[in-house]
């Protein structure tokens, strides 16, 4: 097997460097970078870190890849309940956590991103809300050796488990609550081509079919202002609206105060900032914290070797009550 020695040998590099790329350190030049990476390659080298692990099979260590996205969410509270979900349940069944944050390594190649994960010495990832057009995960979904635990997309096999509710039925249960046959409704999907987003128009589509209102479909990337802007340009045109998350329900709310007209709304995912901004809004809430439990469970069956599996967690409907989250 290829030590980092021979890696530093052919590249013509010292061995520090070679640590440096592959721990992704800022301070290296992209030419470094790229003859170090394809030495690696070439040479089928893994490091030293991971090798032990692999060799003695008592690896402990599950990286968490979170994907950050300032620009839609005023508020990351869901990442923030997966991960205290995670990190309970690790303490538990004495496993040590690596949070990796998609911003910080997307700019890598997918050579670069294979090898990082690597390097941390991890044998599972779990991955909270894969992104359909996250080539780099995706690459690493089907060209790596990783066992994967993904929440919110529906993929698994003898190596990876799927942890998530059943976003089909949610939307389909919450929408339930408020239209009529004779409505006209606005459903806010999320992002064009996600995988929650896909589960929860098909829920709508099929609400549709069995109910048989009008429905206009506007993808609105999950995002608060995005929701906001589409009511003030016509939301008095509906019946009632349906959002596909919390934070699109509260943009078109504070729209439709601010236009002075009434329309029936619910929400989707049980954040507490719902019961500040729209404590009559029905939605379907997630515990994401238990989905953050579930996923790291899993990530300990994968490690003792167990095939991979899909696990459906609750969901519940009803509206935040401002009481019990301040209880």
């Given at each position: 097997?290829?030590?980092?020695?021979?890696?530093?040998?052919?590249a013509?590099?010292s061995?520090?460097?070679?640590s440096?790329v592959?721990k992704?350190y800022?301070?290296i030049?992209?030419?470094?970078r790229?003859k170090?990476m394809?030495?690696?390659?070439?040479?089928g080298?893994?490091p030293?870190v991971m090798?032990?692990?692999?060799?003695?099979?008592s690896?402990?260590?599950v990286?968490?890849?979170?994907?950050?996205?300032d620009?839609v969410?005023?508020?990351?509270e869901?990442?923030?309940?997966?991960?205290?979900?995670?990190f309970?349940?690790?303490?538990?069944?004495s496993?040590?956590?690596v949070?990796?944050f998609?911003?910080?390594?997307?700019?890598?190649?997918?050579?670069?991103?294979?090898?990082?994960?690597?390097s941390?010495g991890?044998?599972v990832i779990i991955?909270?809300?894969?992104n359909?057009?996250?080539?780099?995960?995706?690459?690493?979904?089907?060209h790596?050796?990783?066992?994967?635990v993904?929440i919110?997309?529906p993929?698994y096999?003898?190596?990876?488990s799927?942890?998530y509710?059943?976003?089909?039925?949610?939307?389909?249960?919450v929408a339930?609550?408020i239209i009529n046959p004779q409505?006209?409704?606005l459903?806010?999907?999320?992002?064009?081509?996600?995988?929650?987003t896909?589960q929860?128009l098909?829920?709508m589509?099929?609400?549709?079919?069995d109910v048989?209102?009008e429905?206009d479909v506007?993808?609105?990337?999950f995002?608060?202002k995005?929701a906001?802007?589409v009511?003030?340009d016509?939301?008095?045109?509906?019946?009632?609206?349906?959002?596909?998350?919390?934070l699109?329900?509260?943009g078109?709310l504070?729209?439709l105060?601010?236009?002075?007209?009434?329309?029936?709304?619910v929400?989707?995912?049980?954040?507490?900032?719902?019961?500040y901004?729209?404590?009559?809004v029905?939605?379907?809430?997630?515990?994401?914290?238990l989905?953050?439990?579930?996923?790291?469970?899993?990530?300990?069956?994968?490690?003792q070797?167990?095939k991979?599996?899909?696990?459906?967690?609750?969901?519940?409907?009803g509206?935040?009550?401002?009481?019990?989250?301040?209880?």
């Amino acid at each position: 097997m290829p030590t980092i020695d021979d890696v530093a040998r052919v590249a013509g590099v010292s061995k520090g460097t070679v640590s440096k790329v592959l721990k992704n350190y800022p301070n290296i030049s992209d030419v470094t970078r790229e003859k170090v990476m394809r030495v690696v390659k070439e040479l089928g080298y893994m490091p030293n870190v991971m090798a032990s692990h692999l060799s003695s099979k008592s690896s402990r260590r599950v990286a968490l890849y979170v994907y950050i996205n300032d620009a839609v969410q005023a508020i990351d509270e869901i990442n923030m309940r997966y991960l205290f979900g995670a990190f309970q349940m690790a303490k538990e069944l004495s496993l040590e956590l690596v949070t990796c944050f998609n911003d910080s390594i997307n700019h890598l190649s997918n050579e670069e991103f294979h090898a990082y994960f690597r390097s941390i010495g991890t044998e599972v990832i779990i991955v909270f809300g894969l992104n359909k057009d996250d080539e780099k995960m995706h690459y690493l979904l089907n060209h790596s050796d990783f066992k994967f635990v993904l929440i919110d997309a529906p993929i698994y096999d003898d190596k990876k488990s799927c942890v998530y509710i059943d976003h089909e039925k949610g939307q389909y249960d919450v929408a339930k609550t408020i239209i009529n046959p004779q409505d006209h409704v606005l459903y806010l999907a999320g992002k064009k081509n996600g995988y929650v987003t896909d589960q929860r128009l098909l829920g709508m589509q099929c609400l549709q079919k069995d109910v048989g209102f009008e429905m206009d479909v506007v993808f609105a990337e999950f995002s608060e202002k995005f929701a906001f802007d589409v009511v003030m340009d016509r939301g008095e045109l509906y019946d009632a609206i349906v959002c596909a998350s919390d934070l699109m329900a509260i943009g078109c709310l504070k729209a439709l105060k601010r236009k002075g007209v009434y329309r029936k709304l619910v929400g989707f995912d049980g954040i507490t900032l719902m019961a500040y901004a729209a404590q009559n809004v029905v939605t379907c809430k997630q515990d994401f914290t238990l989905l953050g439990k579930h996923a790291v469970a899993e990530a300990n069956r994968l490690l003792q070797d167990e095939k991979g599996r899909e696990v459906i967690v609750p969901y519940y409907i009803g509206n935040i009550d401002y009481r019990d989250i301040i209880s």
